[in-house]
């Protein structure tokens, strides 16, 4: 079975731009969580959708969006990149938004914004 | 605070073991993982324990819990290069969404 999947794998922008990074969940399930990995720092939470819907939010700008599709992938978008956007992006799907389901990371979307 | 605590860095040599700490903030936390992350890699969930137990083992991994002091502990048997990795403590709280607070992490170096 393929496990959570994200693209692209890397990317390179420039401040003041807009990116949309995507995510496929694991078959069957329902939930998708977006982290902010600063390097050398742990993963920082910034949305989670669940049957469409945003079920929780971190404490990032409004400059962060994101929304899940029919098919429960999801996008992140970042719109008017600073420096400090610079990061790994991950994704985790579950089951259900529940406290009882485990999340199941992707490989990670690694973005350096000049 | 909120904040997840662990040491920042550890070094083991091959064969021996190693004891990863961690302490935690929320004392109605439901689950608490490890997980584990290398160079250049996603996270991957290693063990998790339900806040109920005091003790988890699996295979070369022995997590212990202790909710008084909210400390969690991840030991390696026999630990290996290949262990080598920087190790995530997050806990997940009970109430709201199902969202994981993260650690700094540790990072494992294991020489040969």
């Known amino acids: 079975d393929a496990g959570v999947t994200q693209s692209p794998t890397h990317l390179i922008k420039t401040r003041g731009q807009h990116v949309t990074l995507r995510c496929s969940p694991i078959s069957g399930h329902k939930s998708v969580s977006w982290y902010q990995q600063v390097l050398g720092q742990g993963p920082q939470f910034i949305f989670q959708y669940y049957e469409k819907e945003e079920r929780g939010r971190g404490n990032f700008p409004d400059r962060f969006s994101a929304r899940q599709f029919p098919n429960y992938s999801s996008e992140l978008n970042v719109n008017a990149l600073l420096l400090g956007d610079s990061a790994l992006y991950l994704c985790?799907?579950?089951?259900?938004?529940?406290?009882?389901?485990?999340?199941?990371f992707g490989p990670g979307t690694r973005l350096t914004v000049l | 605070g909120e904040d997840v605590e662990q040491s920042l860095f550890l070094s083991v040599r091959e064969g021996d073991s190693s004891v990863i700490n961690c302490t935690y903030t929320?004392?109605?936390?439901?689950?608490l993982y490890w997980y584990k992350q290398e160079p250049g890699a996603g996270l991957q969930l290693l063990t998790y324990i339900f806040s109920n137990m005091d003790m988890k083992q699996d295979q070369r991994l022995t997590v212990l819990l202790n909710k008084k002091d909210k400390h969690l502990s991840l030991r390696i048997a026999d630990t290996q290069t290949g262990d080598s990795a920087i190790y995530f403590c997050?806990?997940?709280?009970?109430?709201?969404?199902?969202?994981?607070?993260f650690g700094k992490g540790t990072m494992l170096l294991v020489s040969p």
């Open positions: 997050a806990e997940r709280r009970a109430s709201g969404y199902s969202t994981l607070t």
């Open positions: 929320d004392s109605s936390s439901t689950y």
């Open positions: 985790a799907s579950s089951l259900v938004a529940g406290a009882s389901n485990e999340q199941f």
